[in-house]
């Protein structure tokens, strides 16, 4: 499975969008980049997936570059309740999954 | 209430001593999975089965033995081979299909303290 990069930190103001970069360069072309997220000790929760497409559902949107080296999620009107380590993972259909360490979401009052 | 449950939240042992996490789904997903997670770290690989009776090794299997005998059950026995036993233990299941990939569904987690 493809290794990620992704920035150990980010800061978000309540109700603004919150756009988290992942760096996918050695993604294979049958590997799907996968967001979780996991607030403090919880387990990890699914966001969103895509394979070459830009996807949305109700919680975010997956932006995939053309090249698929990288990819961007969005999270559009950021509550503290988002406050969240994000994690990104590039995967195949062996549904191994190789969590990093992820980006820490803190979205600011 | 469909879902993923993990007992107990929290255990405490005395090093030298098996214990056995436990792992219940009743989502109807053919496969399973156990992580482990460290403080500040991802999660790592235990074991995963992808049908009753059948189980992996993941990255970090040695220490740690598994069971599948009912698809809605995947326990883990933390032995005391496993040097270093104390962490977040996570339990996840996913369906599987013609699909490809699916999502996984975690668990709350149990939280083990060896001493």
């Known amino acids: 499975d493809a290794k990620t990069t992704q920035p150990p930190s980010m800061d978000c103001a309540e109700g603004r969008a919150a756009n988290l970069p992942c760096n996918h360069s050695?993604?294979?072309?049958?590997?799907?980049v996968y967001w979780y997220r996991q607030i403090h000790s919880q387990g990890p929760q699914y966001i969103i997936h895509g394979l070459k497409n830009n996807e949305t559902n109700e919680m975010a949107s997956l932006i995939i570059t053309e090249d698929r080296k990288s990819s961007t999620l969005i999270l559009p009107h950021a509550t503290l309740r988002d406050t969240a380590v994000y994690y990104c993972?590039?995967?195949?259909?062996?549904?191994?999954?190789?969590f990093g360490t992820g980006t820490l979401l803190a979205v600011q009052p | 209430d469909g879902g993923i449950t993990q007992s107990p939240k929290y255990l405490f042992r005395k090093e030298g001593q098996n214990v056995t996490l436990s792992c219940e789904q009743n989502l109807n997903h053919d496969a399973m999975y156990w992580y482990r997670q460290d403080p500040g770290q991802g999660l790592r690989l235990i074991y995963y089965?992808?049908?009753?009776?059948?189980?992996q090794k993941g990255d970090i299997a040695e220490g740690y033995s598994v069971s599948r005998e009912k698809k809605e059950s995947f326990p883990l026995t933390v032995t005391s081979a496993q040097k270093n036993p104390t962490a977040f233990y996570l339990c996840?299941?996913?369906?599987?299909?013609?699909?490809?990939?699916?999502?996984?569904?975690f668990g709350p987690g149990t939280r083990l303290t060896v001493t």
């Open positions: 050695t993604i294979s072309g049958n590997e799907y």
């Open positions: 993972i590039a995967g195949g259909a062996t549904n191994k999954l190789i």
């Open positions: 089965s992808q049908i009753v009776n059948d189980f």
């Open positions: 996840a299941s996913s369906p599987i299909g013609d699909r490809g990939t699916y999502e996984q569904y």
